[in-house]
Each structure stands twice: as structure tokens, then as C-alpha cells.
């Protein structure tokens, strides 16, 4: 298990103009296990979410989002190119149906130094009630 430092920054685009984002650097641990890499990290103050563990799952261009701790604050989600996810999203106000269509995932890790960089792109609907495109990069060094 290596110690490594993310950069995780995520833009969220309304009508196609950019309308949030939210960026902040975190310590977190990588582990590779069969081909699959792991990564863990603490959510913090500036997510909204300190309290939570999330965990990210890498293999090939697929991208697997989990987060546990806060009860209210579950979630997990799949990011595959071209690919419908639909599945719960738990909030403090209570669960929402979610559905993500990914558009783009890029998978620029290096295997051998356990650092590179993830970009996704991906549609995003919680109970038809929110709808936006949002843009998720996770830098790791």
C-alpha cells in the first residue's frame, strides 16, 4: 500500500455553461490488486461529506465510486464509456434515484509508479428532479 497525495477537482455545467467547482487535495492510500487499482481517501470539510471514506476502484477505462460512513451519505456509482448507471444516492434529506450515462473516462495512471491522472465526463440525473453534466479529475502523485 502506497501513501499518495490526490487532487481531486469536479466541475459540474448547467445548459452547457460552467456553474460549480468544487477542488481540494487530500492525502489518501493506492493499492493494486489483480490488475484493478484501489484508491482510498478521507472526504474532508470542503466535500460536504467529512466523516466518509470513499474508495475508487480502476481497471481498464471503468471507474467504480463507492463512499460509506455518515449514515445519509452512501453512495456508489460505475463510470463506463457509452454506459447507463442507475442506482440510489443517499442524502440527509433521504435517498434519490440517481442515473449517470458516462460519456468519457480517460485512464492516464502509470501501473509501475502509481501516479497519472483520471478524467470523466459523464450526465447525471437525480430523481429527474436535477440534471447536469459534470466533469470528475482525480490527479495522483
Same mark, same amino acid.
Given at each position: 500500500?502506497?501513501?499518495?497525495?490526490?487532487?481531486?477537482?469536479?466541475?459540474?455545467?448547467?445548459?452547457?455553461?460552467?456553474? =460549480?467547482? #468544487?477542488?481540494?487535495?487530500?492525502?489518501?492510500? *493506492?493499492?493494486?490488486?489483480?490488475?484493478?487499482?484501489?484508491? !482510498? $481517501? %478521507?472526504?474532508?470539510?470542503?466535500?460536504?461529506?467529512?466523516?466518509?471514506?470513499?474508495?475508487?476502484?480502476?481497471?481498464?477505462?471503468?471507474?467504480?465510486?463507492?463512499? =460509506?460512513? #455518515?449514515?445519509?451519505?452512501?453512495?456508489?456509482? *460505475?463510470?463506463?464509456?457509452?454506459?447507463?448507471?442507475?442506482? !440510489? $444516492? %443517499?442524502?440527509?434529506?433521504?435517498?434519490?434515484?440517481?442515473?449517470?450515462?458516462?460519456?468519457?473516462?480517460?485512464?492516464?495512471?502509470?501501473?509501475?509508479?502509481?501516479?497519472?491522472?483520471?478524467?470523466?465526463?459523464?450526465?447525471?440525473? *437525480?430523481?429527474?428532479?436535477?440534471?447536469?453534466?459534470?466533469?470528475?479529475?482525480?490527479?495522483?502523485?
Amino acid at each position: 500500500m502506497k501513501d499518495i497525495t490526490l487532487k481531486i477537482v469536479g466541475k459540474q455545467f448547467f445548459d452547457g455553461q460552467e456553474e =460549480s467547482q #468544487l477542488e481540494f487535495v487530500t492525502d489518501g492510500k *493506492l493499492y493494486v490488486r489483480k490488475g484493478t487499482l484501489y484508491m !482510498t $481517501y %478521507d472526504e474532508s470539510e470542503i466535500s460536504g461529506m467529512m466523516g466518509c471514506k470513499t474508495t475508487l476502484r480502476v481497471s481498464g477505462d471503468t471507474v467504480k465510486m463507492k463512499r =460509506s460512513g #455518515l449514515p445519509g451519505y452512501d453512495a456508489e456509482m *460505475l463510470f463506463e464509456k457509452g454506459k447507463r448507471f442507475t442506482g !440510489t $444516492y %443517499d442524502t440527509p434529506y433521504g435517498p434519490m434515484g440517481i442515473e449517470i450515462l458516462t460519456n468519457y473516462v480517460k485512464n492516464d495512471m502509470d501501473m509501475e509508479e502509481l501516479r497519472g491522472e483520471i478524467d470523466i465526463k459523464y450526465a447525471v440525473s *437525480l430523481d429527474g428532479l436535477a440534471e447536469g453534466t459534470n466533469r470528475l479529475t482525480i490527479a495522483v502523485s
